[in-house]
């Protein structure tokens, strides 16, 4: 049954590439490869307070990404600019 799932999981990704990937519940997929293994994941499993406080971290960073990139775009620009005069 595990190989079927990674052949099946394997061939979606390579014939459709990422957008593939994303229609699937990844905590479901990682309890049901867990189940298959045979392994316990309760005490490794993060929390919904965990995830949550993940998906805030990444939104602040994105934030923070969008609001200094073009700042630092045009400090990069200004410098190169001060370097070839």
Known sequence: ???????YFADGA????DSFM???DVAKAAQL??????VDIADIKKTPEQL????QQ??????VDKATGPVAGAVAG????????
């Open 14 to 17: 390579q014939l459709f590439g």
């Open 33 to 38: 490869l867990a189940t298959q293994h045979n």
């Open 1 to 7: 049954m595990l190989n079927r799932y990674r052949q």
């Open 58 to 63: 990444a939104t602040a960073a994105t934030m």
């Open 78 to 85: 200004a410098a190169a600019q001060s370097m070839n005069q």
């Open 22 to 24: 994303g229609q699937f």
């Open 52 to 55: 949550e406080e993940d998906r």
